[in-house]
Nanobody
Framework: QVQLVESGGGLVQAGGSLRLSCAAS????????MGWFRQAPGKEREFVAA????????SYADSVKGRFTISINNAKNTVYLQMNGLKPEDTAVYYC????????????????????WGQGTQVTVSS
């Protein structure tokens, strides 16, 4: 079992920045590909960013490319999402997720593959 706890959400003005953290505990963090997803009110949960367990490979949704950066620190069992240039349409509950993928180059963008999920952290961007 892997337990995931997100933090770092909050209220920010448009153009501002936030850094989300996702701390993992339980089984070893190594060999778990990680992803960030978000769900806005009345909408389905959508992919935001993903990273391989090695950090070698990343993937981003078109809507966040150039603004968000995903990173991983295996020594701290933590994955981060640095969000810059925030827009009101980024307002959502953000979830991190983990999927066992021993291949160091594999990223997982389809949420159906993820086995473990955090409880989510609210991000609100005011205009």
């Amino acid at each position: 079992q892997v337990q995931l706890v997100e933090s770092g959400g909050g209220l920010v003005q448009a153009g501002g920045s936030l850094r989300l953290s996702c701390a993992a505990s339980g089984r070893t963090f190594h060999h778990y590909a990680m992803g960030w997803f978000r769900q806005a009110p009345g909408k389905e949960r959508e992919f935001v960013a993903a990273i391989s367990w090695s950090g070698f490979s990343t993937s981003y949704a078109d809507s966040v490319k150039g603004r968000f950066t995903i990173s991983i620190n295996n020594a701290k069992n933590t994955v981060y999402l640095q969000m810059n240039g925030l827009k009101p349409e980024d307002t959502a509950v953000y979830y991190c997720a983990a999927d066992y993928r021993p291949d160091p180059g594999v990223v997982v963008t389809d949420q159906r593959w993820y086995d473990y999920w955090g409880q989510g952290t609210q991000v609100t961007v005011s205009s």
